[in-house]
């Protein structure tokens, strides 16, 4: 028996062992689509209703360019100064438009594709804030923030890739902050990279700076490994005038572009939420029309990111029960387009990680990720509706990720899994139970999650270990982290040579240099 047991102690020493990466339970892109909140006959009324609000209201305020364009390509500018765009032409784009798309990483590594149902998280936002829970504060984001959360990230294995989270509160020049925002991202963080720009003149510069990164404008525009996310649209149905201009640049420099419409149910958007769906992707496919225009199969993500007010207060509310389910059906729609899609998922409204903001992450994360997402955004890290940021969060809900990717995998069944076999043997042998048997001990890290985090002790055991607190161990990985771990994946010679033309605002020592 002793020989016995030691062998099978010796096995599930090996089982514990690190698992190969084909051997792992979850990967990035595992396919969703099982959470459907519209029937079909809900996805065809909501996507004859986004083309009658594009042939019928139109879209206000366009640019000169993108009047031009678009006239050009079939739509109709109005006496009253609406733009529309007939059925014939949003199909025709759909005709022509990329759907299996690949977000390259800054290392090739960390490619996502783009296709089908496909599920990646992300995370996204523009946090005024960082929010400590250390201290019990909010203060001002800053730079050093930004390259933290981008280090953090990068080490976080349900974490996808990286749109920048804060807003650089210690840089007050637009452009200088728009520069260092994609810099900081870039250099402190290995996977496909979001960002975003104020002006048009700033993703020029933005893209000399990427061109440095890829050794070349030929090698950016083989392997463009940041996207351009693009508030292209006012809600309701109003182009953003210097928006469309940053689109133009960006399409024509070969960058991929997320179309995003964040309309907030009651009040820039309906608020009942079949309209909210219907305006949000009437919205994005007036985007899709124009960036085809510009340059047919240009590389492009829908975000449908439809918010939810609090409508007792007007207040937004991210972590609501509304948020998931608006999302899940948006991303339906985009299953229903066949076109990659994003959407906003997983922000709380609580101020710091407790039980209110593990929760509402959860659930809505969960629920887009399930409905099959192809980039979940916003799905890390976001508290106060999007007004703060929290590094520590990203080391906490990374075990939020990999149990929703968990969760969107689903369960394979086949000959092996009924497990027909095993079930004889344990049941005619008289053992009683599957603790020892074989395909147990095989499955129990291919089959299971675990947390990296989280707690799964016996009470006894906690109190043993000291009474250990999630939010603590998260505290003292993150310094431990930060003290150590200096992204190395971008070249001395392009960080030089980026920092002969552009101010950049972290030092070198600061980048670990």
């Not at 014939?88 to 022509?96: A, F, M, N, R, Y």
């Not at 210690?170 to 810099?183: A, G, V």
């Not at 508290?383 to 929703?404: F, H, I, K, Q, R």
Request: hydrophobic share 40%; net charge negative.
């Amino acid at each position: 028996m002793s020989r016995r047991s030691g062998g099978r102690q010796a096995r599930l020493a090996e089982r514990l062992a690190p698992l190969a990466e084909e051997e792992k339970p979850v990967h990035a892109g595992e396919i969703g689509g099982t959470f459907a909140p519209l029937s079909e006959t809900d996805m065809a009324s909501i996507a004859n209703n986004a083309y009658r609000i594009l042939e019928e209201i139109g879209f206000g305020r366009s640019t000169p360019h993108c009047t031009k364009t678009m006239v050009a390509a079939g739509a109709i500018m109005g006496d009253d100064g609406r733009l529309r765009i007939p059925r014939s032409l949003v199909d025709h784009t759909l005709d022509i438009c990329q759907r299996n798309l690949t977000l390259h990483g800054v290392d090739p590594k960390h490619d996502l594709e783009l296709n089908g149902q496909r599920v990646h998280f992300s995370t996204a936002g523009a946090a005024v804030h960082v929010a400590d829970p250390e201290n019990n504060t909010y203060r001002n984001s800053t730079s050093q923030d930004l390259y933290d959360m981008a280090r953090i990230a990068d080490t976080c294995e349900h974490i996808h890739m990286f749109q920048r989270m804060c807003v650089l509160r210690d840089i007050d020049d637009p452009k200088t902050m728009d520069l260092n925002t994609l810099y900081t991202s870039v250099i402190g963080n290995s996977k496909h990279i979001g960002t975003s720009f104020t002006e048009a003149e700033h993703v020029e510069d933005g893209l000399k700076m990427l061109h440095h990164f890829a050794g070349s404008e030929e090698a950016w525009r083989a392997r463009p490994f940041v996207s351009m996310s693009n508030c292209f649209v006012v809600p309701p149905m109003n182009f953003a005038e210097e928006s469309l201009e940053c689109l133009r640049v960006g399409v024509e420099g070969g960058m991929p572009i997320l179309l995003l419409s964040a309309g907030q149910a009651g009040a820039t958007s309906p608020a009942l939420l079949a309209g909210a769906v219907s305006q949000a992707w009437a919205e994005c496919l007036g985007g899709l029309v124009y960036v085809n225009a510009i340059k047919a199969g240009a590389p492009t993500i829908i975000g449908t990111w439809p918010f939810v007010s609090d409508l007792r207060t007007g207040a937004m509310s991210g972590g609501s029960p509304e948020q998931g389910i608006l999302s899940a059906a948006c991303v339906q729609m985009g299953n229903y387009f066949d076109l990659p899609t994003g959407t906003a998922c997983g922000m709380t409204d609580a101020k710091f990680p407790d039980y209110q903001a593990g929760a509402e992450r959860g659930y809505t994360a969960a629920a887009a990720a399930m409905a099959g997402a192809n980039v979940v955004y916003e799905s890390a890290g976001m508290y106060a509706s999007l007004m703060g940021a929290c590094p520590e969060s990203l080391l906490m809900d990374n075990d939020v990720l990999g149990a929703c990717m968990r969760m969107t995998k689903g369960i394979k069944v086949d000959e092996n899994s009924l497990s027909f076999d095993v079930i004889n043997e344990v049941c005619m042998s008289g053992k009683g139970h599957y603790l020892g048997s074989e395909q147990t001990l095989s499955v129990m890290q291919s089959e299971y999650i675990y947390p990296d985090l989280g707690d799964r002790s016996s009470p006894n055991v906690w109190e043993e270990l000291g009474k250990p607190v999630l939010l603590d161990k998260a505290i003292k990985k993150k310094k431990e982290l930060l003290a150590s771990y200096f992204p190395k994946h971008i070249d001395d010679a392009a960080d030089l040579a980026i920092r002969e033309e552009f101010y950049i605002k972290l030092s070198r020592e600061q980048i670990g240099r």
